[in-house]
Every structure is written in C-alpha cells, then in structure tokens.
C-alpha cells in the first residue's frame, strides 16, 4: 500500500514525516494538533502530540499539570475527588473536608465506620464510655458535660432516682415537691393516669388530676348536682350551707334567675317571690 504524499489539510509533502490519520486522512502533525489537541486546563497550553493527555468530564490536562490542587502531588493513576472545581488528592480532600473525631482530632477516612450524635462525629473505636472505657457502639448512652457514659455508668454515678419506683431517671422526668419522678409514676392518686403535660392539683401532698380533685373534693351544686369547680374564677351561691352554679340558682317554677335577686326556699327548692304566692 502506497504511503500518503501529501497532509489532508495544508497540502504539504509528507515523504518523510511524521504524521497522523484522522477518519482515514493523513495530517501532519502540526495540523493535527491545531485542529484536534486539547487545551490543558493547568497551564492553557495545547496538548501536542508528544504529551499525555489526561481528561475527567470533558476537560483535559497534561499529565504532569493533572496535580493537587493543595499538595501538588501528581493524581495520574491515583485517587482524587473534585471539590468546588478543584482537584485533590484522597489525603488533601479528608484533611480538608472529611469529618473529623472529637476525641482524637483526626480525620475519619471515606468509607470508614463513624459514630455521629448530634453534628458531632468520632471514629468507632474512640466512640467510649468516659468511665469504663468500653465502646458504645450501638448501645444506648447519655451525654453530660460533653463525655459520653454508657447507661450503666451514668445510673450509677449521676442518675437521680425516682421517689416512687426507686429506679434511676434517665431520660426527662418530673419534678414535684422538689422530689425526681419518672412520667409514667407521677399520676393521679384517684384514676392513675399520668399528669405529665395536664392540668392537676394537690390535696395532703397526694396530686390529683382536674377531674378527680373536683369529683372527690369540690362542692357539689343542689340543683345540677355537678362539681363547682371554679374554673375561671366561676362564682357559685351559698345559701345555708347549699352551694349552686350562678346559671342552677333559678326559680324552680318559672326558670327566671334569682342571683342578686330576692327568693324564699321551699323544701330543698327555691322560688322567686311571685311564684311563692301560688304555693
């Protein structure tokens, strides 16, 4: 076959020269690399025919300006990650950006196991409990003063015990008569349920939720026979050791309201002074 005499492009002689194919058509090397090398990235300079061209998403560099962008070491065959249109190394990249452990300040390599509670991070192994030294792993665990206990450490040395069951409070827990309660004991002595986050009252150091202190407790109207329990700061009439709701102290024949108003009583009823004519 016999060789091609002259370049695709410019026309010259290629008898003796060095030259490339592109599609099947000769170029000479200068016209090749004016119309297909790439411009490096680095430096700006074209990538000729006599260097390595090194590329990553459609851009390209020399092989010898394909470098950190922090260290300098060359990245060709070696890890890197992109990072704000930069290039680093493995080591550059998890010393700039990696998280690091709070116990021993060091970097927690990609891919390695970390242990993270609340934006802070540490490598398993430093992951311990402040007192016995053992890691916590998956354990459950509390936080004071920024070390970390296992549950059995903290129980042990900081955890305020319960007045009611006399097991320790770990987690929330109620404060009442200046004595540590868990929720789930601190309910109402009458129909047990819990008063954490309800309204309630107490009577002989005993609480009682709304309902039950005014079902046990409060007076009771004469009429609706309900509790008067004040809420709100609701009055009530008292008349001979009777008590009523200002809405129950009607005239009991015509319903008409007899607060501030005169009446007479008959048996356990009470009249407006008209209705008492026709008795």
């Known amino acids: 076959m016999a060789e091609p005499c002259t370049c695709n492009e410019c026309n010259d002689s290629l008898y003796g020269q060095k030259f490339i194919l592109k599609d099947k058509l000769p170029h000479c090397i200068k016209c090749y690399e004016t119309l297909y090398c790439n411009e490096c990235m680095a430096c700006g300079q074209l990538i000729d025919c006599k260097s390595k061209d090194v590329s990553f998403k459609n851009q390209h560099w020399h092989g010898e300006c394909f470098v950190c962008t922090r260290c300098n070491r060359s ?71 920024a070390n970390n206990y296992c549950l059995s450490c903290y129980e042990i040395n900081f955890a305020l015990q319960c007045i009611h069951c006399m097991k320790p409070i770990t987690t929330g827990g109620i404060n009442y008569h200046d004595q540590p309660w868990h929720k789930e004991c601190f309910v109402c002595s009458g129909c047990k349920q819990q008063l954490a986050g309800r309204r309630f009252t107490s009577r002989d150091d005993l609480a009682y939720c709304f309902d039950c202190f005014c079902n046990l407790f409060s007076k009771k109207c004469t009429y609706c026979t309900t509790p008067i329990n004040g809420l709100g700061g609701s009055k009530y ?18 319903c008409v309201s007899l607060v501030g108003q005169g009446f007479l009583t008959c048996n356990n009823d009470i009249f407006c002074p008209d209705c008492t004519k026709d008795i």
């Open 75 to 145: 990245l060709v065959d070696e890890p890197f990650a992109p990072r704000d249109d930069l290039l680093l190394c493995s080591a550059c990249y998890s010393d700039e950006f990696s998280a690091k452990c709070h116990a021993c300040l060091r970097v927690i390599a990609p891919g390695s196991k970390k242990m993270e509670h609340k934006g802070t991070s540490w490598h398993e192994n430093c992951f311990i409990c402040k007192l016995c030294q053992e890691p916590i792993g998956m354990r459950n665990f509390v936080q004071k003063d």
């Open 237 to 254: 009439i008292s008349f001979n050791e009777r008590q009523w709701h200002n809405d129950c102290f009607n005239c009991r024949k015509c």
